[in-house]
DNA sequence: AAAGGACCTTGATGCAGATCAAGAAATCAG
DNA sequence: CTGATTTCTTGATCTGCATCAAGGTCCTTT
């Protein structure tokens, strides 16, 4: 499982031995079973995990109790409350799993570790923080630039992976739109 | 003006005078007058650019001419089209200058060449774009979540000094709703 | 100081998509 | 295998905000 990490790093900085040792050392598997938390709104979210298998997402739920997922992460991506992890403050979001999945993850006392003795994970992070950066604020235009059926088949077409893996309405909660008109537009394009 | 650039550099990391001098030498001050264009959608994105003085916006225009502001960024924040920058492919995105501006800005080779010299800046980069993500994801939350008037109100409760600098119909268009909209909360909250 | 923009307001009307409701189909747990 | 839950569909109705239109004020430029 910790092959796909490797591949993951390795498309963007070199390891050698040693440094390779180091991250087997510092990240941990944890398996969640299908609908089970990785992390909880309220409390603190303590760790940076990669998805080595299945599906998460991250959500928060708004005052009437409705769902809005800020994030989905399958195999090879990455998923944490960042902000909260970031100033160790409560996580306004949620993390669960949407199929059985199993994660590595990475405490904060230990990826500050990492940067400190292979400072080249500075220069990875930041190159996925740089295509994240790029990926959210293409998803801020489309949210307010775009209808919802543009919104819709973008996505599709964008991420076909999860539109098979995902129902409707977890797409929906996501784009910002109803379940409802999800159908619709299902329907009058079939 | 390269001072407010070190006092933002400094927040993060730490530079000798070496370094210092390797940074001056790679940012190459340039004065816009309001109104002017730093990037043309269609031309490719070369520069990281710094604000040192006004303010200036990035935005998208769809099919229909209307605007949609992807940033804005005044004193002390960072502004381009990431995805162009990254990919050197044609921008999709304009960027111009709000207020006569200042702005320090950085090549690609030679902000490749700073990561090579002094590698503790991809440290200070990730932790921009660590921040820059937290609040993109903040932003995309609201998009979906939030009702026009929620949206504008937050809005002017976290930048109230953008709130003071910049027409409301650029407020509209950066939060997807209209002037018009604008105009109605304000008049029932005065 | 005058003319032309840019910006803001207010009212009337329209509509994309939400909400509400209820049933059908698919999936899951025991 | 069976009841329960989750997911999807379809129709009827409602509504927040857009659109359209017009007038007023302020700011720039000459």
Known sequence: MYDLLFSNISKHIILDEREAAIV?????????RKRQYLLQAGDISRF??????????????????????A??????????????????TPATQHIDALEDSEVLHIEK????????EVPKFDRFFRILLQNAFVANQQRVIAS?????????????????????RIPHHQIASYLGITPETISRIRKQRL
């Open 71 to 88: 994030m989905f992460a399958m195999e090879g991506w990455w998923i944490s409350d960042m902000f909260s992890f970031l100033t160790e």
């Open 109 to 116: 006392p230990d990826l500050e570790k990492l940067y400190r």
């Open 48 to 69: 940076e995990n990669f998805v080595t298998k299945g599906l998460l997402r991250a959500y928060t739920v708004d005052r009437d109790g409705d769902e809005h997922i």
């Open 24 to 32: 087997q050392s510092l990240f941990k598997p944890r398996v969640l």
């Open 144 to 164: 307010i630039s775009e209808t919802a059926e543009e919104q819709y088949l973008n996505f599709i077409r964008k991420y076909p992976t999860l539109e098979q």
